[in-house]
């Protein structure tokens, strides 16, 4: 009875795959394009740390399409981080990506979206994140673990150099974005970014308030912890507030847009925000989300895992799509056998198999082109 059953299954399931519609469009066409910039929005709405990812190439695509109409995209995307932290209001096409030269993360994710009603949702993605080790000059920054003690020592010093010149707000580190360093004639300079949020200071340390229209912004600071430059800039109107060049924490400091030459006392030492840090020691940088929608994960490739552990696909989820991929190479995915076995099974030549075009055996236009390098 088991085998029956197990037999009818299987005869279904290889019915939906035969009359599963595969498309290979070109990457670069309207429709891939299409896809991508809503996989792109999506993984950055669901990126709450670090800096926003643009698209830079469209690297495969396939569409299956059912007996119903219902459609299903699997995507293969490239991103780069650009210098738009997740909480600036910039939109997108205004943030400039990083760099090589300034160690640039590239992101590569496997997307799947449907299409219902004309309108196309995500269901599932899985995301690996890694900093591009490419054209690494002598001389160059070298970013530095975001737990380093001695550049959040530096990031510490020039933050209570900025509230020490601004009267009216006090700041906390909500995050840091970034912490590098770099080999200079006059020796070591650190490069730090990193979010900054109003605080109450009422109390030892700072403790940065928990309110939706609390100001945040984004502070840039390079030198050493005793003399150093900070430029922050407050997301709601990205005008600079602050532009402290300072010299040693004793001495005198060109400020911008302050109304007074008096400095204040220095405020007490605020801690940096590391609930949002990884745990893993040595992170450099602020990964995408990893896997979302793990039920969907037999849909994606193994070339985005961040790690070793799969998540077992429940019998049946998968197929009821589209049938899952074998590997990373799209040449070697699973429905590729599939199909052209449904087809050249009949030894009969009453069936013009000339006469039927399989989409999958068209030789796709893919990858696209790349938008940045």
């Not at 269901?123 to 550049?151: H, M, R, V």
């Not at 507030?241 to 924490?249: E, K, L, P, Q, S």
Request: charged fraction near 20%; include cysteine; glycine fraction near 6%.
């Amino acid at each position: 009875m088991n085998t029956l059953g197990v037999t009818l299954v299987l005869g279904l399931l290889l019915g939906v795959w035969a009359q599963t519609n595969i498309e290979r469009p070109q990457c670069d066409s309207p429709e891939a394009e299409e896809a991508a910039l809503v996989a792109q929005d999506y993984l950055n709405a669901e990126h709450t740390q670090g800096y926003k990812f643009a698209l830079n190439r469209i690297e495969d695509i396939k569409i299956y399409t059912k007996p119903d109409g219902d459609k299903t995209y699997k995507l293969e995307v490239e991103l780069l981080e650009t210098d738009c932290h997740v909480l600036d209001p910039t939109p997108l096409v205004n943030c400039t990506v990083r760099p090589k030269m300034m160690t640039a993360v590239e992101g590569d994710c496997d997307v799947v979206l449907k299409r219902v009603g004309g309108v196309l949702t995500v269901t599932a993605f899985k995301c690996k994140t890694e900093e591009s080790t490419e054209d690494i000059c002598l001389g160059c920054s070298t970013l530095l673990p975001l737990n380093d003690t001695t550049a959040l020592d530096f990031v510490h010093k020039s933050l209570a150099s900025f509230n020490n010149f601004n009267e009216n707000v006090t700041y906390a580190v909500f995050e840091v974005g970034r912490m590098s360093s770099q080999v200079v004639s006059g020796g070591l300079v650190y490069l730090a970014e990193y979010v900054v949020v109003e605080a109450n200071c009422t109390e030892d340390p700072c403790v940065p308030l928990n309110d939706a229209m609390a100001a945040r912004g984004i502070c840039t600071a390079k030198g050493s912890s005793i003399a150093h430059s900070v430029n922050c800039q407050m997301f709601l109107t990205m005008m600079p507030v602050i532009d402290a060049n300072v010299v040693d924490v004793n001495s005198t400091v060109a400020v911008t847009n302050s109304t007074s030459a008096v400095a204040p006392a220095l405020p007490p030492m605020v801690h940096v925000h590391t609930g949002s840090l990884s745990p893993k020691l040595g992170l450099r940088y602020h990964k995408l989300t990893t896997l979302h929608n793990p039920e969907l994960s037999g849909l994606l490739s193994a070339e985005s895992t961040e790690s070793d552990e799969v998540v077992p696909v429940a019998p049946g989820v998968a197929n009821s799509t589209a049938p899952a991929d074998a590997g990373s190479d799209s040449s070697n995915s699973a429905e590729v056998p599939v199909v052209v076995k449904k087809r050249d099974v009949p030894i009969v030549p009453v069936v013009p198999a000339p006469a039927v075009v399989d989409p999958i055996a068209v030789v796709p236009v893919c990858p696209g082109r790349k938008r940045f390098f």
